[in-house]
């Protein structure tokens, strides 16, 4: 959802990527809450840090607490931000039901949303979360 937001809300400012330290689906719920905002992220595809490798990059932003405990070491002075957002799927397995599971992405959505728009600042500013 992040690289979504980056990219609708800041072409032309940031150039997102989206990688993991472990691949997952990409996630039918985060697809459909972006979907309700006008973004679609279905053609994304998920993608192991090490397949971007070969990129530079001036910023990592993690944006989950293991991504953050095993991020890998970035050379030639990254700086690494970490936005501590709840985990969609791990909250929805203790939703009652799909309305619930949905309300769960759609916050974290948002949130992801209001951190995304106050790029590039942020990242300079190196916000904790």
């Known amino acids: ?19 993991g330290i472990a691949i997952h689906e990409l996630d039918p ?4 809450a ?17 397949d971007l490798a070969e990129i ?5 932003v993690t944006v989950c607490d293991h991504a953050r405990e095993h991020c890998p070491v970035f050379s ?3 700086k690494i931000v970490h936005v501590g957002f709840e985990d969609p799927p791990r909250l ?3 939703a009652n039901s799909e309305r619930e599971k949905m309300d769960i992405y759609r916050r ?3 949130e992801i949303k209001e951190f995304v728009t106050g790029i590039p ?5 190196g916000v904790v979360r």
């Open 92 to 94: 929805a397995l203790e």
């Open 29 to 32: 719920r985060a697809v459909k």
């Open 108 to 110: 974290v959505r948002d």
């Open 121 to 125: 600042e942020s990242l300079r500013e």
């Open 1 to 19: 959802m992040a690289e979504g937001w980056a990219r609708a809300l800041k072409a032309g400012v940031v150039e997102p990527y989206s990688a």
């Open 76 to 78: 030639g002075g990254v």
């Open 34 to 50: 972006m979907a309700e905002v006008g973004i679609d992220i279905s053609g994304h595809r998920p993608k192991h840090v090490n």
């Open 56 to 60: 530079r990059f001036d910023y990592v």
